[in-house]
Protein backbone atom coordinates (compact mmCIF):
# COMPACT_ATOMS: atom_id res chain seq x y z
CA UNK A 1 0.00 0.00 0.00
CA UNK A 2 1.03 4.03 -0.45
CA UNK A 3 3.05 4.72 2.29
CA UNK A 4 3.97 8.44 3.55
CA UNK A 5 6.41 9.16 6.52
CA UNK A 6 7.12 12.37 8.19
CA UNK A 7 10.17 13.39 9.98
CA UNK A 8 10.83 14.08 12.72
CA UNK A 9 8.27 12.26 14.75
CA UNK A 10 9.10 14.78 17.74
CA UNK A 11 10.83 17.67 18.31
CA UNK A 12 11.15 20.16 20.64
CA UNK A 13 12.62 23.91 20.27
CA UNK A 14 12.90 27.24 21.77
CA UNK A 15 10.82 29.86 21.32
CA UNK A 16 11.49 31.98 18.53
CA UNK A 17 13.23 29.21 16.33
CA UNK A 18 11.82 28.08 12.97
CA UNK A 19 11.72 24.09 12.67
CA UNK A 20 10.93 21.69 9.45
CA UNK A 21 9.08 18.89 9.06
CA UNK A 22 9.08 16.76 6.29
CA UNK A 23 6.63 14.68 4.64
CA UNK A 24 7.64 12.16 1.54
CA UNK A 25 5.64 9.91 -0.51
CA UNK A 26 7.59 6.87 -0.40
CA UNK A 27 6.01 4.38 -3.21
CA UNK A 28 4.17 7.02 -5.05
CA UNK A 29 4.26 10.18 -6.61
CA UNK A 30 1.84 12.68 -4.76
CA UNK A 31 0.79 15.59 -6.69
CA UNK A 32 -1.07 16.89 -3.80
CA UNK A 33 -0.22 16.94 0.00
CA UNK A 34 -2.08 18.32 2.67
CA UNK A 35 -1.23 19.64 6.05
CA UNK A 36 -3.19 19.25 8.84
CA UNK A 37 -2.83 20.58 12.76
CA UNK A 38 -4.59 18.67 15.56
CA UNK A 39 -4.95 19.74 19.15
CA UNK A 40 -5.01 17.65 22.00
CA UNK A 41 -8.57 15.92 21.94
CA UNK A 42 -9.52 17.34 18.74
CA UNK A 43 -9.90 16.89 15.41
CA UNK A 44 -7.78 17.76 12.09
CA UNK A 45 -7.69 21.17 11.21
CA UNK A 46 -6.95 21.53 7.36
CA UNK A 47 -3.69 24.07 7.18
CA UNK A 48 -2.92 24.09 3.74
CA UNK A 49 -3.13 21.91 0.41
CA UNK A 50 -0.07 22.02 -2.03
CA UNK A 51 0.12 20.91 -5.68
CA UNK A 52 3.69 20.14 -6.89
CA UNK A 53 5.76 22.52 -8.58
CA UNK A 54 3.13 25.58 -7.20
CA UNK A 55 2.49 27.60 -4.20
CA UNK A 56 0.35 26.13 -1.43
CA UNK A 57 -3.35 27.43 -0.45
CA UNK A 58 -3.97 27.99 2.70
CA UNK A 59 -7.14 28.06 4.65
CA UNK A 60 -8.59 30.93 6.12
CA UNK A 61 -6.90 31.81 9.33
CA UNK A 62 -3.67 30.42 8.92
CA UNK A 63 -0.73 32.47 8.47
CA UNK A 64 1.22 31.61 5.17
CA UNK A 65 4.42 33.32 6.26
CA UNK A 66 4.57 31.68 9.56
CA UNK A 67 3.67 28.21 7.79
CA UNK A 68 5.59 27.85 5.45
CA UNK A 69 4.98 25.09 2.82
CA UNK A 70 6.95 23.86 -0.21
CA UNK A 71 6.22 20.89 -2.49
CA UNK A 72 9.21 21.18 -4.72
CA UNK A 73 8.97 17.29 -5.69
CA UNK A 74 6.23 14.71 -6.24
CA UNK A 75 7.26 12.68 -3.25
CA UNK A 76 8.33 15.91 -0.89
CA UNK A 77 6.31 17.95 1.05
CA UNK A 78 7.96 20.20 3.77
CA UNK A 79 6.28 22.84 6.45
CA UNK A 80 8.22 24.85 8.42
CA UNK A 81 7.30 26.84 11.19
CA UNK A 82 8.90 30.04 11.32
CA UNK A 83 9.32 31.88 14.55
CA UNK A 84 8.22 29.34 16.57
CA UNK A 85 5.91 30.02 19.78
CA UNK A 86 4.52 28.19 22.47
CA UNK A 87 1.02 28.24 20.88
CA UNK A 88 2.27 26.79 17.67
CA UNK A 89 2.60 23.08 19.68
CA UNK A 90 0.65 20.87 18.27
CA UNK A 91 0.38 17.70 16.34
CA UNK A 92 0.74 18.40 12.62
CA UNK A 93 0.28 15.70 10.28
CA UNK A 94 -0.02 15.31 6.53
CA UNK A 95 -1.36 13.46 3.93
CA UNK A 96 -0.65 12.34 0.10
CA UNK A 97 -2.72 12.00 -3.15
CA UNK A 98 -1.68 10.90 -6.28
CA UNK A 99 -5.14 12.93 -8.68
CA UNK A 100 -5.57 11.22 -11.56
CA UNK A 101 -8.01 13.44 -14.03
CA UNK A 102 -11.16 14.15 -12.23
CA UNK A 103 -11.29 11.34 -9.75
CA UNK A 104 -11.38 11.45 -6.24
CA UNK A 105 -8.35 9.54 -4.67
CA UNK A 106 -7.66 8.35 -1.29
CA UNK A 107 -5.36 10.48 0.90
CA UNK A 108 -2.96 8.33 2.89
CA UNK A 109 -1.74 9.72 6.07
CA UNK A 110 1.45 10.07 7.53
CA UNK A 111 2.15 9.59 11.29
CA UNK A 112 2.37 12.92 12.59
CA UNK A 113 5.18 14.85 14.04
CA UNK A 114 4.66 16.28 17.42
CA UNK A 115 6.12 19.66 18.36
CA UNK A 116 6.65 21.68 21.48
CA UNK A 117 8.01 24.86 21.61
CA UNK A 118 9.30 25.99 25.11
CA UNK B 1 -21.67 24.43 4.55
CA UNK B 2 -20.59 21.30 4.60
CA UNK B 3 -19.77 19.96 7.97
CA UNK B 4 -19.69 16.46 9.87
CA UNK B 5 -21.31 15.60 13.54
CA UNK B 6 -20.18 13.16 15.55
CA UNK B 7 -22.65 12.93 18.48
CA UNK B 8 -20.80 10.99 20.75
CA UNK B 9 -17.42 12.30 22.08
CA UNK B 10 -16.63 8.97 23.64
CA UNK B 11 -17.84 5.45 23.73
CA UNK B 12 -17.80 2.23 26.33
CA UNK B 13 -18.35 -0.71 25.22
CA UNK B 14 -17.60 -4.27 26.63
CA UNK B 15 -15.06 -6.48 24.46
CA UNK B 16 -17.29 -8.74 22.18
CA UNK B 17 -19.98 -6.35 22.32
CA UNK B 18 -21.25 -4.42 18.91
CA UNK B 19 -20.25 -1.00 18.28
CA UNK B 20 -21.91 1.54 16.13
CA UNK B 21 -20.53 4.83 15.65
CA UNK B 22 -22.46 7.66 14.62
CA UNK B 23 -21.64 9.83 12.05
CA UNK B 24 -24.40 12.78 10.38
CA UNK B 25 -23.21 15.61 7.48
CA UNK B 26 -24.37 18.26 5.47
CA UNK B 27 -23.43 18.38 1.91
CA UNK B 28 -25.45 19.20 -1.15
CA UNK B 29 -24.98 16.42 -3.19
CA UNK B 30 -23.82 12.90 -2.90
CA UNK B 31 -20.67 13.40 -0.77
CA UNK B 32 -17.58 11.15 -0.57
CA UNK B 33 -17.47 8.97 2.93
CA UNK B 34 -14.43 7.85 4.93
CA UNK B 35 -14.19 6.42 8.03
CA UNK B 36 -10.68 6.70 9.58
CA UNK B 37 -8.94 5.29 13.08
CA UNK B 38 -6.54 7.16 14.92
CA UNK B 39 -4.20 5.34 17.49
CA UNK B 40 -2.84 7.92 20.29
CA UNK B 41 0.59 9.49 18.64
CA UNK B 42 -0.26 8.12 15.69
CA UNK B 43 -1.36 8.85 12.23
CA UNK B 44 -5.08 8.20 10.05
CA UNK B 45 -5.72 4.79 8.72
CA UNK B 46 -8.69 4.44 6.41
CA UNK B 47 -11.31 1.84 7.70
CA UNK B 48 -13.49 2.01 4.68
CA UNK B 49 -14.79 4.92 1.69
CA UNK B 50 -18.35 5.47 0.14
CA UNK B 51 -18.28 6.97 -3.37
CA UNK B 52 -21.44 5.53 -5.01
CA UNK B 53 -22.89 2.13 -5.36
CA UNK B 54 -23.86 -0.38 -2.57
CA UNK B 55 -24.40 1.40 0.57
CA UNK B 56 -23.35 -1.16 3.03
CA UNK B 57 -19.52 -0.99 2.70
CA UNK B 58 -17.23 -3.05 4.44
CA UNK B 59 -14.03 -2.51 5.47
CA UNK B 60 -10.77 -3.72 6.75
CA UNK B 61 -10.81 -4.72 10.74
CA UNK B 62 -14.35 -6.17 10.35
CA UNK B 63 -15.70 -2.71 10.07
CA UNK B 64 -18.49 -1.90 8.30
CA UNK B 65 -20.47 1.17 7.71
CA UNK B 66 -24.12 1.59 5.89
CA UNK B 67 -24.88 5.15 3.73
CA UNK B 68 -28.47 6.74 4.76
CA UNK B 69 -28.96 9.75 2.12
CA UNK B 70 -32.15 10.06 3.49
CA UNK B 71 -30.71 10.41 7.32
CA UNK B 72 -27.83 11.92 5.70
CA UNK B 73 -26.15 9.61 7.89
CA UNK B 74 -22.82 7.13 7.29
CA UNK B 75 -22.67 5.08 11.04
CA UNK B 76 -19.88 2.72 11.43
CA UNK B 77 -20.38 -0.47 13.22
CA UNK B 78 -18.72 -3.88 13.98
CA UNK B 79 -20.38 -6.80 15.58
CA UNK B 80 -17.84 -7.61 17.65
CA UNK B 81 -15.38 -5.55 19.69
CA UNK B 82 -11.74 -6.49 20.29
CA UNK B 83 -9.57 -4.24 22.60
CA UNK B 84 -7.32 -3.45 20.27
CA UNK B 85 -9.85 -1.60 18.73
CA UNK B 86 -9.79 0.83 21.25
CA UNK B 87 -8.57 4.41 19.24
CA UNK B 88 -10.04 8.14 18.28
CA UNK B 89 -12.44 6.87 15.03
CA UNK B 90 -12.82 10.26 12.66
CA UNK B 91 -15.56 10.19 10.13
CA UNK B 92 -14.66 12.82 6.82
CA UNK B 93 -16.30 13.87 3.91
CA UNK B 94 -14.99 14.46 0.77
CA UNK B 95 -16.72 17.13 -1.28
CA UNK B 96 -15.33 16.39 -4.67
CA UNK B 97 -13.03 19.10 -4.18
CA UNK B 98 -10.10 16.95 -2.98
CA UNK B 99 -10.68 18.86 0.44
CA UNK B 100 -11.46 16.81 3.20
CA UNK B 101 -13.73 17.63 6.33
CA UNK B 102 -13.29 15.63 9.50
CA UNK B 103 -15.76 15.71 12.05
CA UNK B 104 -14.69 16.03 16.11
CA UNK B 105 -14.24 12.47 16.06
CA UNK B 106 -15.44 9.83 19.09
CA UNK B 107 -13.39 7.94 21.64
CA UNK B 108 -13.75 4.24 21.79
CA UNK B 109 -13.10 2.31 25.31
CA UNK B 110 -13.00 -1.10 25.47
CA UNK B 111 -13.39 -2.86 28.75
CA UNK B 112 -12.75 -6.35 29.22
Known amino acids: GAVVSQHPSRVICKSGTSVKIECRSLDFQATTMFWYRQFPKQSLMLMAT?????????EQGVEKDKFLINHASLTLSTLTVTSAHPEDSSFYICSASAREGSSYNEQFFGPGTRLTVL | AQSVTQPDIHITVSEGASLELRCNYS??????LFWYVQSPGQGLQLLLKYFSGDTLVQGIKGFEAEFKRSQSSFNLRKPSVHWSDAAEYFC??????????FGAGTRLFVKA
Open chain 2, 92 to 101: AVGPGGFKTI
Open chain 1, 50 to 58: SNEGSKATY
Open chain 2, 27 to 32: YGATPY
